[in-house]
């Protein structure tokens, strides 16, 4: 079974536990009543689109989401990475804001001993901290760095997307933030919704799509470069990830 | 603060929760509550969880822009705050700044309480004292002065803001004629350079340009919102955003970047010019109307040719070429950039000047996409001092009398009248120094110098939040209530619309911290009981700041109440005009009413009627130092901040990587970075983002106060090694005026 199929048929059963015990027992195959019931109740897949052109790193989401969430100092949820190429005066200077990227097939949730890191019905990946054993596993596991043990609760701590606030009916907070609007936020299973459009009309990208994971943090105007890149052995590239720990890039 | 208080906060107070912990520990915060904490991630699948408690409109004051917050407010505490959805300049955005004000207010470094210095100046040694004895303490040494040396010996230096009017009053009031205000240390040379040549200084349509050309100004870093989300809109509408600056800045790296030569701008502006009147590009229909002294431009700029600004310049002719034609395509909807601190070189006045004569020439004026004259203040009632205006000595430094005449001079000149004071050249000697909102010690150039001046005083009492760098070399510091804990005077304000906006309180102030009009009450007071004023001080300041706000809005069909609740006003529907002055229904603010490429009043005064170049001093093998700021700080004020710092905790000198491989710098390894004046030990940032002949320090570092915790220790101070230049025009600080020495350690 791929990859995909695996996602899918996860969410689905997901899905089904909301809709009721009798549903789910019936089995992986599709009834019309279920399919009825898909339609009616479509379910949410939120993910965000960064518009690097339009981002300046000024870092206003980053300082946003440390005061809406209580991130420990020294710790982040989101960050804001420079990429520096060139020689004087061809040089160049890129931005590139990260955060969880709330996989599809997230390697988090199938590395947790105890299931405190799961996928939700709407695809926000979430960490429950009563559950969660500090073990580190997904940390080492997320290809992106964006997971952080949380020394004050002793859990794995990610970016949720302001769940608090979504639940108030309100953009994350590093979205509401932002004042030059490079940052779009809804349901990516909604075609007319604002990141539908904008995914669909234009070029978009995600990090590290070798991974497999199926991000739903989208980018335009991505330059994932590092200096490291095989591609450019004699280029000068410098990342400044402006977090105190080195990353894995 | 004492050394060791500042210890245990440092290891107590890492956090925001830790802070207040210590804060309930200590009995001055009984009755904050944290919010019920959300665990973070603990039972994050359920619904409404909490809920944000009391939401609050007021007006940020991280900056000077005054943008509109909202502030989430649970019992008491200050929980987040996000931009105000109704206000036209945030549209519900902040910047880290904004959002990092929540640490300006729960610092542990924070004043709580009136220091007096216990030790020698700078030792660090405090004692707290009761407002009653600091008001006391202030009255008596400003009394002493006053016996020996009268009103003038007292030097009066504040920043701009909604309540430095208070401050300001009572200097005027006690009698000195020695103001030294942020004018000369920011903008004052673009001021006289653009009233000079068209009466104004021009807003900037940069959403609607196509051509966006930027001297040196760094908007998408030293930001003023909205022009940077409309300079970023701009540019996604197809605009060409052309950056004239030594360093690749952000906003640079968002457009086509043009390294320039450091001080040689003019010779670029010239050039242009000259290509376009060669070349027949400008506009013809504009210059005819609506300038004055075109011919005789036309016979100046004859000299400038591309070629020779590309030996001043180093930026090749043709580029130079294309640069004029570009712009005379886009034409009229080319922003020209007014820049804003215009603190550069010794030149800088007659600099600003070519920057409304290019704009003139493309007749990108007073047209959708170019710049244009805002829509004007809504007008607030005036309240009414009872004190009138006397006659007062004349300026310790003559600067009222002549050496700048075309300078405002209210506003002082810092540089000038700090060589009066050190030096005893002035009239008269000056004693005493009063600071609010200030921190001269970073803020004016050849840092060392200014704390000569410090040696001069015999008393100097200091206003501020934090222990700044000023303040730890105080006699005294008065705390201040920051921004989110006071009420001040309405903010009127208006680009393409006009409103006002309020900053009222959101919590109580920390510890005994004060507003400044109780502060300048309780020194008024403390001064009618040793002299007698005409009618007495305390009268002159005998009301509440709600009874300054209530006679502010009189006029206005909006009460206090209603305002604290909205957070912005705006007179009714407003559409954006432009064409008044193409029409000919308004005249430029100049002798003609035009814009003069020929200046009549700086040929009075004695300068170049139009801008004459000179090229910059050489100095081989060294390299010209040049300023700035990142996004996430504002000059020499938050850098202290736990969570901006955070960003960046440590500035560094950013050096060209051939320069460093020629004198064996690493990145990362520590220079010794020399002046004529000063020298700094700071780290190396190999970068191609900067010219070979240039380097750059972030402001705001290298503080000497111990009491700012977060900050001690950390980064070198820019203005230490700067020398004591100034504008010729207006007295304004040159800044990017000093070469250095940079040599491994």
């Known amino acids: 079974m791929s990859k995909k199929l695996k996602t899918t048929q996860q969410s689905r059963r997901g899905f089904l536990k909301g809709v009721g015990a009798a549903a789910a027992a019936v089995g992986a195959s599709a009834t019309p009543v279920q399919a009825v019931a898909a339609i009616t109740e479509p379910k949410k897949r939120y993910g965000m689109l960064i518009d690097t052109r339009r981002c300046v790193g000024c870092h206003a989401c980053s300082v946003s989401c440390r005061s809406e969430n209580n991130v420990p100092e020294g710790k982040h949820r989101s960050w804001v990475e420079y990429t520096e190429k060139g020689t004087f005066p061809n040089a160049t200077l890129h931005f590139l804001p990260r955060l969880c990227n709330q996989c599809s097939d997230p390697q988090c949730v199938s590395v947790c001993p105890t299931n405190a890191t799961h996928i939700r019905d709407d695809g926000i990946i979430t960490v429950d901290a009563d559950v969660c054993i500090g073990c580190k596993y997904c940390i080492h596991a997320c290809p992106y760095d964006a997971r952080f043990l949380n020394p004050e609760t002793g859990a794995v701590d990610k970016c949720d997307f302001c769940l608090d606030r979504l639940e108030q009916g309100k953009e994350p907070a590093c979205v509401a933030t932002c004042f030059n609007r490079a940052r779009i936020f809804g349901d990516l299973n909604d075609p007319d919704s604002t990141i539908s459009r904008m995914v669909a009309s234009n070029a978009v990208s995600v990090l590290r799509p070798g991974m497999g994971t199926l991000p739903n943090v989208f980018y335009i105007g991505l330059d994932y470069a590092d200096e490291h890149d095989i591609r450019f052995p004699r280029q000068y590239i410098r990342v400044t990830t402006h977090r105190d720990e080195n990353i894995r890039r | ?745």
């Open chain 2, 1 to 745: 603060m004492k050394a060791e208080a500042v210890k245990a906060d440092r290891q107590a107070g890492i956090s925001r929760r830790g802070f207040l912990g210590l804060c309930a520990a200590m009995g001055t915060g009984a009755a904050l509550q944290l919010r019920s904490f959300k665990a973070i991630g603990k039972n994050n699948d359920k619904p409404g969880s909490w809920s944000r408690g009391e939401v609050i409109p007021s007006t940020c004051n991280m900056c000077v822009n005054r943008c509109g917050i909202q502030c989430h407010v649970v019992n008491g505490v200050l929980e987040k705050i996000d931009g105000d959805y109704h206000n036209p300049k945030t549209l519900g955005g902040t910047c880290a700044k904004g959002q990092a004000g929540i640490m300006t207010l729960y610092d542990p470094d924070r004043i709580k309480y009136p220091l007096i210095r216990a030790g020698a100046r700078g030792e660090g040694k405090w004692r707290r004292a009761s407002w009653e004895e600091a008001y006391e303490y202030v009255a008596d040494n400003l009394d002493k002065i006053m016996d020996k040396y009268g009103p003038e010996g007292l030097l009066w230096s504040s920043s701009t803001d909604l309540t430095e009017i208070f401050f300001l009053k009572l200097g005027v009031f006690l009698g000195t004629p020695n103001f030294a205000r942020h004018a000369t240390l920011c903008l004052a040379s673009r001021n006289v350079g653009y009233f000079g040549t068209m009466g104004g200084v021009p807003d900037s349509d940069l959403a609607n340009a196509k051509y966006i050309i930027m001297f040196g100004a760094n908007r998408l870093e030293s930001f003023e919102l909205p022009y940077n989300r409309d300079l970023i809109s701009g540019i996604e509408n197809g605009a060409k955003l052309v950056v004239v600056d030594p360093r690749m800045t952000v906003t640079a790296a968002k457009g086509t970047w043009v390294p320039i030569k450091p001080r040689t701008d003019m010779a670029l502006t010239l050039a242009l010019m000259h290509v376009l009147i060669k070349e027949d590009l400008y506009d013809k229909d504009f210059v005819d109307k609506l300038t004055v002294g075109f011919d005789a431009l036309k016979e100046h700029v004859a000299q400038y040719s591309p070629e020779w600004a590309e030996k001043e310049t180093d930026i090749p002719a043709r580029t130079i070429v294309e640069m004029a034609r570009e712009m005379a395509v886009a034409a009229p909807a080319v922003v020209v950039f007014p820049g804003r601190r215009s603190s550069w070189y010794t030149n800088d006045t007659q600099f600003r000047r070519t920057l409304p004569m290019l704009m003139a020439l493309l007749g990108a004026f007073d047209v959708r996409g170019g710049n244009f004259v805002n829509a004007g203040k809504v007008k607030l009632g005036e309240f009414d001092w009872e004190m009138a205006p006397f006659d007062v000595a004349p300026c310790v430094d003559g600067f009222d009398e002549g050496p700048f005449p075309l300078a405002a001079h209210d506003d002082g000149g810092y540089v000038m009248r700090r060589d009066a004071i050190i030096d005893e050249t002035g009239k008269y000697p000056v004693r005493g120094w009063m600071i609010y909102k200030q921190n001269p010690l970073a803020a004016v150039v050849d840092g060392n110098r200014t704390l000569k001046m410090m040696e001069k005083m015999d008393f100097i009492c200091s206003i501020d939040v934090q222990p700044s760098q000023t303040a730890w070399m105080a006699d005294i510091i008065l705390p201040e209530t920051t921004y989110l804990e006071r009420l001040d005077p309405i903010w009127t304000t208006g680009g393409k619309v006009k409103f006002i906006s309020i900053r009222q309180p959101v919590v109580k102030p920390q510890g005994e911290a004060r507003t400044i009009l109780d502060i300048i009450k309780g020194i008024a007071a403390a001064m009618d009981k040793r002299r007698t004023f005409d009618p007495p001080m305390s009268k002159v300041f005998d009301f509440t700041m709600e009874d300054y706000v209530d006679k502010q809005l009189a006029p206005l069909p909006i009460d206090r109440k209603t305002l604290a609740r909205q957070g912005i006003w705006m007179p009714g529907q407003q559409k954006w005009k432009l064409g008044a002055y193409r029409r000919g229904e308004k005249d430029f603010r100049t002798p003609s009413g035009k814009i003069e490429f020929v200046s009549e009043r700086f040929r009075r005064n004695g300068y170049d009627p139009m801008p004459v170049y000179e090229p910059p001093a050489e100095e081989a093998g060294r390299q010209r130092l040049v300023t700035g700021r990142y996004a996430w700080f504002t000059h020499s004020a938050n850098q202290n901040n736990r969570w901006l710092n955070a960003i960046h905790p440590e500035n560094d000198i950013w050096i060209n990587p051939d320069v460093a491989r020629e004198k064996g710098i690493k990145d990362g390894g520590y220079v010794m970075v020399r002046s004529r004046v000063g020298k700094v030990k700071i780290k190396a940032y190999v970068t191609p983002r900067i010219r070979p002949d240039t380097v750059f320090i972030c402001h705001g570092f290298g503080t000497n106060s111990a009491g700012q915790t977060t900050l001690y220790g950390k980064g070198g101070a820019d203005q230490v090694l700067m020398e004591s230049k100034a504008d010729v025009i207006t007295n304004n600080q040159a800044l990017h005026e000093t070469w250095v020495d940079i040599t491994k350690v």
